[in-house]
């Protein structure tokens, strides 16, 4: 089966979800659709949590607070992709992340037996979350080889440069972001401190490669990619 285009995904998870209501919850009888404000969480690092949930809209951060009380940003969600347990434990799955929205979500929660049952029946549907957990999982250890192997300055570009693909739209400069990211969710991202990371931006922005205000970036990719060879 050929990989499924972003759009294509998309309008399947829309067509299937947004079909008769009744018949959906007839079938699936556990699935909710939900709505969170800013800063909700969808569940926290230590929750038991035996569902599975499907963002409809909006982005939810996904982060892991270590033992010595540093939080790890392990990665950024969209519209599209499937978070919670994917274990059928006797007991519910105590979770080894928080999800948080960053603004305001939507999306689908659905108890982890009804979830196979869709899994088994929507063939589509199922490779859709294998083709997206296969791609999460490269995005994360991408980060993970580049945090163990790059000096900071680069860590920032290869983080700006995919949170532009992910989340950018196309602007005279290159791309606006969609999300608002403060300093230091920049820096959870790159695994570095605040201080160091807010001095590479400053210094990227005096250098024409991106430019910020309190409410968006807006990255000049193009020069991204010339300042490394990327």
């Known amino acids: 089966m050929q990989s499924m285009s972003c759009d294509t995904k998309l309008r399947l998870i829309n067509d299937f979800f947004e079909r008769d209501t009744n018949q959906l919850r007839k079938d699936y009888p556990s699935i909710l659709e939900i709505n969170v404000p800013k800063k909700a969480f969808l569940y926290r690092q230590g929750d038991r949590c035996s ?6 809209s909006g982005i939810v951060k996904l982060s892991h607070l270590t033992e010595q009380g540093s939080e790890i940003t392990i990665d950024l ?15 519910d799955q105590e ?20 979830f196979k049952a869709m899994m088994f029946h929507q063939a589509e549907l199922a490779w859709y979350v294998i083709e ?9 250890e991408r980060k993970l080889r580049t945090i163990l192997t790059q000096p900071v300055e680069m860590r920032v570009i290869a983080t700006l440069l995919e949170l532009a693909e992910m989340f ?4 005279t400069h290159g791309y606006t972001l969609e999300i608002h990211l403060t300093q230091q969710e920049v820096a959870d991202l790159v695994g570095a401190s605040r201080s160091v990371v807010s001095t590479i931006l400053n210094d990227f922005r005096n250098r024409g ?8 970036i807006c990255i000049n990719d193009a020069a ?5 060879g990327f």
Not at 95 to 114: P, W
Not at 132 to 139: G, L
């Open 51 to 56: 569902d599975l949930f499907w963002i409809k």
């Open 77 to 91: 969600l969209k519209r599209g992709d499937v978070i919670g347990c994917f274990q059928n434990n006797s007991a």
């Open 95 to 114: 979770m080894d992340e928080t999800a948080q929205a960053l603004g305001e979500v939507n999306f689908y929660r659905v108890a982890y037996s009804d």
């Open 132 to 140: 997206d957990m296969y791609a999460r999982k490269q995005r994360v």
């Open 168 to 171: 950018g739209i196309r602007c």
């Open 209 to 216: 490669m991106l430019d910020y205000t309190r409410d968006q």
């Open 224 to 228: 991204l990619h010339d300042s490394c």
